[in-house]
């Protein structure tokens, strides 16, 4: 698409920046469609496990609940406490906001289907999804009250703890792959056990997924982890003093980031878009559809942990993430490390150190990516998608 354009009129500025806006939208107004049907979805999975009916008025068996929601609260007023700092009252929301969409920016799709193919998209996901507490950070201090304030304190302490555990748990997933590059994390689950793809179904790479996985619950700040707007210690959290749009853009950032969540969760150990078991007829059913069927697995699990396990005390929280989560993952990299020095080959070395046969690529450490010639091994990881 970006070519095309800019064989037009456009020119090559003009174009790229044409092409490259009608990408982002393609990508950001599905999104923010999906995020009116999970919130919807969300309500109804937690309806069915107490035995209720959930949204059933607004529209056909309800799904249009979500959008007169949404209509209701961009009618409401705007209301800005008298003792809040204004302006980092409205930037808090917008921030929240913001962060939630750029991480899309990386995810493969399908192959070829990605807006930004670079080679350290993983790195890119971290650094952004670092930057999602600071909007929470700045809406409890720029409202002037004491809940929000000790919510956002909670906030900061809570994904800091659990980022680092989650940097941990990915690396053996970057030593495994041998790149950062998101498609070619993908591309190298393909009959990673077998016949299955993926690297969950890896026995030493399975705790890990398991670990991310809860990690990505409290990041994400959901239940049993929603310590940050605990109705009955802080009233609403960080939120308290927001209303209309700005309240709703907090609720759209927040689910941003769980689809986000679950999006990692299936590209990084459960083979994104590819099918579950390596087997021809099931590559004819397209790759975006095997994503998006994985999302929705992870995000009913992650409806059903709210939906069913209470609420865990602060200091339970905390203990669960430094004294449990951090160690094993740390271990976990040391075993995986040496797991793969023990059973993979030094890099080749000596004339036609090059020249290896597909079969035997995956045979060599990931840092001998430079030396395996591409036409016949590991490719580079900018063309594996």
Not at 151 to 163: G, K
Not at 310 to 331: A, E, N, T, V
Request: aromatic share 16%.
């Amino acid at each position: 698409m970006t070519e095309w354009f800019q064989s037009t009129w456009m020119g090559y500025g003009f174009g790229w920046l044409t092409a490259t806006t009608i990408l982002i939208m393609m990508i950001a107004l599905p999104l923010m469609l999906a995020v009116a049907m999970i919130i919807y979805a969300d309500r109804k999975i937690w309806a069915a496990m107490a035995l209720r009916r959930g949204p059933n008025v607004v529209g056909p068996f309800g799904l249009l609940q979500s959008f007169a929601d949404g209509l209701k609260v961009f009618l409401k007023e705007t209301i800005i406490p008298s003792g809040a700092n204004r302006g980092l009252f409205i930037i808090a929301p917008i921030l929240t906001f913001s962060v939630a969409l750029l991480a899309w920016a990386v995810i493969p799709f399908g192959p070829g289907m990605v807006l930004s193919n670079i080679n350290v998209g993983l790195l890119f996901i971290l650094a952004v999804s670092s930057l999602g507490v600071y909007g929470v950070i700045i809406a409890g201090w720029a409202s002037n009250s004491k809940y929000p304030f000790f919510s956002a304190l909670r906030a900061a302490a809570q994904m800091v703890s659990y980022e680092v555990s989650i940097g941990f748990v990915l690396i053996p997933v970057i030593l495994w792959a041998g790149t950062f590059n998101l498609g070619g994390i993908i591309a190298a689950q393909k009959s990673h056990v077998f016949f299955l793809n993926g690297f969950g179904f890896n026995p030493l790479l399975f705790p890990m997924a398991v670990i991310f996985l809860i990690s990505a619950m409290a990041e994400t700040a959901r239940a049993p982890f929603d310590l940050t707007e605990a109705e009955s210690e802080l009233v609403a959290g960080y939120q308290t003093e927001y209303s209309s749009m700005s309240f709703a853009l907090f609720w759209l950032g927040e689910y941003g980031n769980v689809l986000l969540m679950c999006g990692l969760n299936a590209t990084l150990f459960w083979g994104g878009w590819l099918p579950p078991i390596d087997w021809a007829p099931l590559y004819a059913i397209p790759g975006i559809f095997w994503l998006f069927l994985k999302i929705f697995i992870f995000f009913f699990i992650f409806s059903w942990v709210k939906a069913t396990v209470p609420r865990f005390r602060y200091d339970q929280l905390m203990r669960l993430g430094w004294k449990i989560f951090l160690p094993i993952s740390l271990i976990w990299v040391f075993l995986v490390s040496g797991y793969l020095l023990l059973t993979r080959e030094q890099c080749p070395t000596g004339q036609g150190a090059a020249i290896v046969t597909r079969d035997t690529a995956d045979n060599y450490m990931p840092s001998c990516a430079a030396t395996i010639d591409p036409e016949f091994g590991r490719r580079p990881a900018e063309d594996l998608t």
